[in-house]
């Protein structure tokens, strides 16, 4: 319950990431909640591996992800010390503690400060008595019921083996029938357990799936899955909150979900729609009318179906738990989903592979991320191959050296290196090269998410890897001059500072008053613009995939990317300001600004950018000739030229469901066009057209844009 908490403390958890709106809603509700005008809530991140959590917090510590649970240590050591009454914990430190002791002190001050207004959170990649050992902490803080709040559900309580155990059944030839409803074990198994082996002893396998991957081709049957938007479907979260789906669209190739094919095995005849009526009237314990269908359909939830949640903890949580006195090793390797392909399931699409990571702004590829310091001492260079090395198996995988990330640490992103993904992701039978390295090849079921005694050999051999951070550098100096003025560009202070001076972001302006050479221009009936708060963005990439989608824009290539073509309209800047070990973010989208004396208009010898009487800055693609002159006097650079011809896919014979993709409202610009950002243009036209058929002016909010919604 964030809206709650004025304290938020994240031990290797990507809360935000994974809930994009959560510190939004918890900054708002504070806003209006506190009555000593303190707005804000702070959000502590303590975690290996830059997430977007730790570039949106207030506080971020990098710390290697084994040392997580030591470091909860020392906040429960320090908890004790302030409920002891100790004034000033920190003055009992030597002189030489680590700033993570000290940091760790101030953390529990503010925890003991709001009891029962605080959140203690902790990821995945943590071990389950790390996780005992934070909900007992929330507990004892007075946060259980509050702020946190355990589901119990008693209908999910039943007991599942382990894909491991299932493995050795496998083997043992126990196993006569085997049915995979999604999921790609063949795939993302980890190294220690030899399920493709053992799939080989099984008479008879069937997979049903939306594609023919690692599994299917092993497999002696594969059933085609329909796609979610094409699904009747009845679920239950973790909350104990039941939610229904309903399909979109048509199914386009004839699948079954895996709901259908397991009525049709238990001869059951009824359709989806009844099946998934029917455990939602269980559910209700068959009080179900039709209009509360109805309802549950429309909103997609049943709001008053919230299970019973824990008042207090279990005995075996509230019980003591073991200290974490962590072995020291040279190197660890930390395995993260991945940003845009999460555990490989979304590798064959393109949008995602080509959208930038938050953090590195890195696309196609996955790659080790290690620190400066370790690089150093190492002896790995930024875009070289290394080999990792975990009891004794090997990965070869190019390095990426990023600030920030813990001394000691590597990270891996998981979901690359699939080689039967389709024409994106890579497929060996189809020829096209695996996208990145397999990253399950290294670990194993005890611990698949932290590797420890691991050992890196730097090979020297340069690796291209297609980033988008620093592409509009004219040159080597341009690119030092934009590190110099990061102090000018990224402008922020502390909530005291902007009470003082709330226009401090201008003290630093000295340049002279501006004269236009053109005649201002002035509207009288719409004027479009768009205002983005940076203070609430946290680098998604959301609003630029949207954009995508809505727009028609086209997916390159790596190496198209890796020169600096790639056709994104929008773009998010990364800025990492402070010290090298430990810097913060800042981010910053970018689009066309549709200036009101747009520099790119004044150049075009065709008038092809014009501005309209209602000031956007359009874009005439039929009158474009290609000269780019008005790429190259745009000042926010984010003008796109159409290379190669892109929309020739959607011609082709036998690509009918690719045409499916494109949004019929924008046009498919042709080769040679310039391109960029209209403020989703189709979308004023649409509102406009619907207020002129109701004899009114457009209301407030009625268009939006695909990045704003």
């Given at each position: ?13 990507d ?7 959560a ?20 959000l ?22 084994s ?53 203690i ?70 190294a ?184 150093r ?85 340069p ?72 203070n ?9 995939v ?15 990317v890796a ?19 430990n ?21 075009c ?63 498919v ?20 057209n ?20």
């Amino acid at each position: 319950e964030l809206h709650r908490a004025r304290v938020i403390v994240c031990l290797d958890e990507d809360l935000i990431g994974r809930h994009p709106n959560a510190l939004r809603h918890a900054r708002d509700y504070a806003s209006r909640r506190d009555p000593n005008g303190d707005w804000m809530n702070r959000l502590y991140a303590v975690e290996s591996q830059f997430s977007i959590t730790g570039a949106a917090a207030d506080h971020r510590v990098p710390v290697r992800s084994s040392e997580i649970g030591k470091f909860l240590v020392a906040i429960e050591e320090a908890v004790d010390k302030f409920e002891a009454g100790q004034d000033n914990p920190e003055a009992t430190l030597p002189g030489e503690a680590a700033i993570e002791e000290r940091i760790a002190l101030a953390i529990a001050s503010d925890l003991v400060r709001h009891r029962g207004a605080s959140v203690i959170a902790v990821g995945m990649h943590q071990p389950p008595e790390l996780h005992a050992r934070a909900a007992r902490l929330n507990d004892r803080l007075g946060n259980l019921g509050t702020t946190v709040r355990y589901g119990m559900d008693p209908a999910f309580h039943g007991k599942t083996a382990n894909l491991q155990s299932l493995t050795k059944a496998m083997q043992a030839g126990e196993v006569d029938t085997l049915l995979v409803l999604g999921g790609n074990p063949v795939f993302d198994a980890p190294a220690d357990v030899p399920f493709t082996k053992a799939l080989a002893n099984v008479p008879h396998s069937i997979r049903l799936g939306i594609y023919n991957d690692e599994t299917s081709q092993l497999c002696q049957w594969h059933l085609p899955e329909s796609h979610p938007l094409e699904q009747w479907g009845c679920f239950r979260g973790g909350d104990a909150i039941i939610s229904v789906s309903q399909p979109l669209i048509e199914s386009l190739r004839n699948g079954r979900s895996a709901l259908e094919l397991l009525a049709r095995l238990t001869g059951d005849r009824r359709t989806p729609l009844e099946i998934a009526r029917a455990a939602v009237d269980e559910a209700m314990d068959g009080s179900l009318t039709d209009k509360q269908w109805r309802r549950i359909v429309h909103d997609g939830f049943v709001s008053a179906a919230l299970g019973p949640s824990l008042t207090e903890l279990p005995r075996s949580v509230a019980r003591d738990l073991p200290d974490f006195n962590v072995v020291e090793t040279p190197l660890e390797l930390v395995f993260t989903p991945s940003d845009s392909v999460h555990d490989g399931r979304f590798a064959n699409n393109g949008w995602l592979q080509e959208t930038p990571d938050s953090i590195t702004k890195l696309t196609w590829d996955n790659a080790a991320i290690i620190s400066p310091k370790t690089a150093r001492e190492l002896g790995v260079e930024h875009a070289t191959l290394v080999d990792l090395t975990v009891e004794g198996r090997e990965l070869r995988v190019p390095a990426f050296i990023l600030p920030g990330q813990a001394d000691g640490s590597i990270g891996l992103a998981i979901g690359y290196g699939r080689t039967a993904a389709g024409q994106v992701g890579g497929s060996l039978s189809g020829g096209v090269a695996p996208v990145g390295s397999n990253a399950n090849l290294l670990r194993t079921s005890e611990s698949p998410f932290i590797a420890t005694n691991v050992i890196l050999v730097a090979t020297g051999q340069p690796y291209p890897l297609a980033t988008t951070q620093e592409h509009h550098a004219i040159d080597t100096p341009g690119l030092e001059e934009i590190g110099h003025r990061i102090g000018e560009l990224v402008r922020e202070g502390t909530i005291d500072e902007y009470r003082e001076h709330p226009d401090f972001v201008h003290h630093d302006d000295h340049h002279a008053p501006l004269k236009s050479l053109w005649q201002e221009p002035s509207y009288d009936g719409h004027a479009w613009g768009m205002s983005i708060d940076l203070n609430k963005c946290i680098g998604c990439n959301a609003c630029m995939v949207a954009c995508q989608a809505e727009n028609n824009v086209p997916v390159v290539g790596k190496d198209q990317v890796a020169r600096g073509r790639e056709m994104h309209w929008l773009r998010v800047d990364r800025y990492f300001t402070g010290k090298t070990d430990n810097p913060q973010v800042s981010t910053q989208p970018v689009a066309c600004n549709h200036c009101e004396n747009a520099p790119c208009e004044q150049v075009c010898p065709v008038a092809a950018t014009v501005h309209s009487d209602e000031g956007l800055n359009d874009m005439v693609y039929n009158r474009c000739v290609g000269t780019r002159y008005c790429a190259n006097n745009c000042p926010y650079k984010v003008r796109r030229f159409n290379y190669f011809d892109y929309s020739q896919q959607f011609t082709e014979p036998g690509r009918e469901l690719v045409q499916l993709v494109v949004n019929p409202e924008v046009t498919v610009r042709s080769r040679g066009v310039m391109e960029k950002c209209t403020y989703c243009v189709q979308r004023i036209q649409g509102a406009k057209n619907d207020a002129k058929n109701g004899q009114r002016p457009i209301r407030y909010g009625e268009s939006n844009t695909a990045c704003q919604q």
